[in-house]
């Protein structure tokens, strides 16, 4: 690459500007959920900020090519299909691999925030699944 060439301003997600609830039905209860990257092109990544209060967690769900949660604060849980819970706290990561059936949530004494990422296939990067 020529580095004189003109370069394309690398957008800035700005704090807060992309903040919503969750969509229904994908936890017991509604979280904060902010997009920090989105990307909707097959193998694009997207990134979120996700903010949950004590005791909510998500339904079981997949990822087409899996996801990574990188925990911010607080203390979680993430269990897989089939296996015990295990907690998380700030600065702990998991990894779910593709197609990997799993849930997360807070504690039911603990908020617990995240940065959750994942990669799109045919247009979305979740299967949510029946309880």
Do not use: K
Not at 26 to 47: C, H, K, R, S, Y
Not at 69 to 80: D, P
Not at 116 to 130: C, D, H, K, P, R
């Amino acid at each position: 690459m020529n580095r004189t060439s003109i370069r394309q301003p690398l957008p800035i997600h700005r704090a807060g500007t992309a903040t919503q609830r969750s969509p229904e039905g994908i936890a017991n209860a509604p979280f904060w959920v902010e997009m920090l990257v989105q990307n909707n092109e097959d193998g694009g990544l997207t990134a979120m900020r996700c903010t949950l209060e004590p005791g909510t967690m998500t339904r079981w769900h997949t990822h087409p090519h899996g996801q990574i949660l990188y925990v911010l604060s607080g203390v979680g849980l993430a269990q897989r299909d089939n296996e015990p819970p295990e907690e998380l706290r700030a600065g702990d990561c998991i990894n779910f691999a593709p197609g990997e059936r799993h849930r997360h949530g807070a504690t039911p004494d603990s908020t617990f925030a995240y940065i959750s990422i994942q990669a799109q296939q045919n247009g979305t990067a979740v299967t949510w699944l029946e309880d």
